[in-house]
C-alpha cells in the first residue's frame, strides 16, 4: 500500500475485555514501531520490531500489553485485561533498513475503555 | 532517557506571518524528525534532519546537533498550517525509540 494502514480506526471495549489492534506497515519496510498517544501529549514508545523479532518492547507498560509480528510484516498489538486508562491512540509506525531513518505513521487506533 | 522541549507551547499567527518553533533535546540524537499533525490526528513528516538544514516549499529546518537544538521555520502561515508541531529524537546509542516532545500548537487565523 502507499502509507501504513491500521484497524480499526476506532476500538470500544468495556473494561476487563481483550482487544487487538492491527498494523499494515509501507510493503517492504522491515522496521515497525508501536506508540500510544494521550490526548494533549505527543507519542509515546511501547515497542520495536525489526523483521519478525521485538529488538526493544522497553516501552510496554506492563504485561497486559503484547504485540506479534509472525511474518515480518502485519503486527498486531494485543492487550489483555483492559482498563479504563489503556485509552488512548495508538499509533503505528514503519521504516525502511534499521534505525535511524524516517519513521512514517499510520493514522491510528483511537481505543475507548468503558 | 533523552528529554525534548518545544517552544513555544502555544502560537497563534495570522496568515501569512512567518515563525519559528524550537526543539532542543537533553543528548546527542541520531534521528530527528519534526511532524505535523492534522486535525484529524494524523502525524504527518516534514522533515528527517539530525543535522543541516533542509526546506521543502514553506518550510525549512535547520538542526545544530552540536548545540542540541532545532529549529522549524515556517514562512507566509496558511490556515491549513494549523495544528499541533512535534519534534522527536532518538539518542546516539540507539536510533529506534522516538522520544516525543510536547509539541507547539498553531493556530493560524485568516
Known amino acids: 500500500g502507499a502509507g501504513v494502514s491500521q484497524t480499526p480506526s476506532n476500538k470500544v471495549t468495556e473494561k476487563g475485555k481483550y482487544v487487538e489492534l492491527r498494523c499494515d506497515p509501507i510493503s517492504g519496510h522491515t522496521a515497525l514501531y508501536w506508540y500510544r498517544q494521550s490526548l494533549g501529549q505527543g507519542p509515546e514508545f511501547l515497542i520495536y520490531f525489526q523483521g519478525t523479532g521485538a529488538a526493544d518492547d522497553s516501552g510496554l507498560p506492563n504485561d497486559r500489553f503484547f504485540a506479534v509480528r509472525p511474518e515480518g510484516s502485519v503486527s498486531t498489538l494485543k492487550i489483555q485485561r483492559t482498563e479504563r486508562g489503556d485509552s488512548a491512540v495508538y499509533l503505528c509506525?514503519?521504516?525502511?533498513?534499521?534505525?535511524?531513518?524516517?519513521?512514517?505513521f499510520g493514522p491510528g487506533t483511537r481505543l475507548t475503555v468503558l | 532517557g533523552i528529554q525534548v522541549e518545544q517552544s513555544p507551547p502555544d502560537l497563534i499567527l495570522q496568515e501569512g506571518a512567518n515563525s519559528t518553533l524550537r526543539c532542543n533535546f537533553s543528548?546527542?540524537?541520531?534521528?530527528l524528525q519534526w511532524f505535523h499533525q492534522n486535525p484529524w490526528g494524523q502525524l504527518i513528516n516534514l522533515f528527517y534532519i539530525p543535522s543541516g538544514t533542509k526546506q521543502n516549499g514553506r518550510l525549512s529546518a535547520t538542526t545544530v546537533a552540536t548545540e542540541r537544538y532545532s529549529l522549524l521555520y515556517i514562512s507566509s502561515s496558511q490556515t491549513t498550517d494549523s495544528g499541533v508541531y512535534f519534534c522527536?529524537?532518538?539518542?546516539?546509542?540507539?536510533?529506534?525509540?522516538?522520544?516525543f516532545g510536547e509539541g507547539t500548537q498553531l493556530t493560524v487565523n485568516p
Open positions: 509506525a514503519s521504516s525502511s533498513g534499521a534505525p535511524p531513518g524516517t519513521q512514517y
Open positions: 522527536a529524537t532518538a539518542p546516539g546509542t540507539s536510533g529506534s525509540r522516538l522520544t
Open positions: 543528548d546527542s540524537v541520531n534521528n
